[in-house]
């Protein structure tokens, strides 16, 4: 099995080594049958039908935010529309599940950190892999112990 997306290199033999333990594993869905989200996805992913009938895309193309994950299975949200190149705004990774900035409120974290708004490009959502998630939580809760510190240091008058 191999994900349609042209670049995309997902196919079911490589999805392990892709996916780390405490990330969400990489799966294959079908193309939507219903003709109007057929179409939003087909125009996003620059392909055309008529697709081959057992044409699937994988998980990478969407944010964690916009798949449900219930018993061992994951299903895409309605209004999802995939986006060819779903990459990190820290790193650029993109073989790895994509975590929404927004859901996870790193954007004023992000612009600490850089001194710049999010990048965003057209429709694309600002995400960042596990990693990158990971460090900006944990410089964000470094930032605010420097602020505290220096609330308490200025009861002192110091
Ligand atoms: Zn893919
Ligand atoms: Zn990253």
Redesign the pocket.
């Known amino acids: 099995m191999k994900c349609c997306v042209l670049d995309c290199e997902t196919t079911a033999e490589n999805v392990v080594e892709k996916t780390k333990p405490e990330a969400i594993t990489v799966s294959f869905h079908d193309f939507p049958s219903d003709t109007n989200t057929r179409n939003l996805w087909l125009k996003s992913l620059c392909i055309k039908d008529p697709l081959p009938e057992d044409a699937k895309i994988c998980s990478l193309h969407f944010l964690d935010d916009e798949l449900q994950h219930k018993d061992g299975i994951t299903k895409i949200s309605d209004g999802a529309i995939p986006i060819t190149l779903q990459f ?6 993109s073989q ?1 599940m ?1 975590y929404s900035m927004t859901k996870y409120k790193l954007e004023d974290i992000y612009k600490h950190l850089t001194g710049k708004p999010v990048f965003t490009y057209k429709h694309m959502k600002p995400a ?6 990971e ?1 900006l939580v944990d410089m964000n809760k470094f930032r605010l112990m420097g602020l505290k510190s220096r609330a308490i240091l200025a009861q002192f008058g110091m």
Do not use: A, I, P, Y
């Open positions: 990190c705004t820290m790193c650029l990774d790895n994509l960042v892999c596990m990693t990158c998630l460090s």
